[in-house]
């Protein structure tokens, strides 16, 4: 789902360099074995900084009836999207220092 967000919304992230940083949920009522369930996903919230991407995701699930059973909000950070060359350099130089060159 997220994968689906960041391309939809053009979102300048690089998808290998990013994890799951927090998740809240809130159960509006239990979830029954009979529940027809029905997820809708939005991104809530974007920012870009220093080559980092924070992005708020947030799901609802609801049942037949439209009324909620399940809000999550997850949040993700990332490598902004073309940093691979400052991060290639970034670790040159760390290697320089601890070397002592």
Request: charged share 20%; net charge negative; proline share 3%.
């Amino acid at each position: 789902m997220q994968l689906e967000l960041f391309t939809k919304f053009d979102i300048p992230i690089n998808i290998a360099r990013v994890f799951h940083r927090d998740q809240k949920l809130k159960y509006h009522r239990p979830i029954l074995a009979h529940d027809r369930l029905y997820f809708d996903a939005y991104l809530d919230s974007v920012i870009q900084s220093h080559g980092t991407v924070i992005t708020e995701i947030r799901s609802e699930v609801t049942d037949a009836a439209g009324e909620p059973v399940v809000t999550s909000v997850v949040t993700m950070i990332g490598e902004a999207a073309g940093q691979e060359a400052d991060a290639a350099t970034t670790a040159a130089a760390i290697a320089s220092i601890r070397s002592g060159a």
